[in-house]
T-cell receptor, first 114, second 110 residues
Framework: SAVISQKPSRDICQRGTSLTIQCQVD?????MFWYRQQPGQSLTLIAT?????????ESGFVIDKFPISRPNLTFSTLTVSNLSPEDSSIYLC???????????FGSGTQLSVL | GQNIDQPTEMTATEGAIVQINCTYQ??????LFWYQQHAGEAPTFLSY????GLEEKGRFSSFLSRSKGYSYLLLKELQMKDSASYLC???????????FGTGTRLKVLA
């Protein structure tokens, strides 16, 4: 199984600022995903982080608001830009490998926007 | 479109058996997964079905019927620590994306 280090674990940010979340995996993985989990709700896929190219975003999510980097097979960042209170949520990094069906999750980042 | 439905909440008694249902309508199917998520924690993998039938793993079993777009998670000999949310997820072929259902919050009472 993959060990995923996600940080920060939580942050409180001011409206209009940005927060960058880091996800580090202890081994090379094929797929990396970013999910959002709003209070009391299930997981919504934001995007698939692609190594060396632009991320693939889901409907309703755009690069300007959620820029993502993935410079190599073990690391990715998600930035949540121009924060508003509606962005208050848990953000989760997750990884999987082709041929291994399990999806592993980081511990999550609890973001509160004032 | 993608639609995965689960009951919002269920309550059961310690030692009992509970069945959590999941129905799905997705454009493509490459496996159905169940995850457990305790409050304030990340989801953890419970089970995976890609063929029809029952997969048993200790106290937990998961069933899949692809023709009906239906799965259930069966929890036996319930323990207080089983109080958690249970998430059903479908994996899309080709893209390797996992789409999650609404989640079922299970409360186990003494």
């Amino acid at each position: 199984s993959a060990v995923i280090s996600q940080k920060p674990s939580r942050d409180i940010c001011q409206r209009g600022t940005s927060l960058t979340i880091q996800c580090q995996v202890d081994s090379q993985v094929t797929m990396m995903f970013w999910y959002r989990q709003q209070p009391g709700q299930s997981l919504t896929l934001i995007a698939t982080a692609n190594q060396g190219s632009e991320a693939t975003y889901e409907s309703g999510f755009v690069i300007d608001k959620f820029p993502i980097s993935r410079p190599n097979l073990t690391f990715s960042t998600l930035t949540v830009s121009n924060l508003s209170p509606e962005d208050s949520s848990i953000y989760l990094c997750s990884v999987s490998n082709r041929g291994n069906e399990k999806l592993f999750f980081g511990s999550g980042t609890q973001l509160s926007v004032l | 479109g993608q639609n995965i439905d689960q009951p919002t909440e269920m309550t059961a008694t310690e030692g009992a058996i509970v069945q959590i249902n999941c129905t799905y309508q997705t454009s493509g199917f490459n496996g159905l997964f169940w995850y457990q998520q305790h409050a304030g924690e990340a989801p953890t993998f419970l089970s995976y079905n890609v063929l029809d039938g029952l997969e048993e793993k200790g106290r937990f079993s998961s069933f899949l019927s692809r023709s009906k777009g239906y799965s259930y998670l069966l929890l036996k000999e319930l323990q207080m620590k089983d109080s958690a949310s249970y998430l059903c997820a479908v994996k899309s072929p080709g893209t390797y994306k996992y789409i999650f259902g609404t989640g079922t919050r299970l409360k186990v009472l003494a």
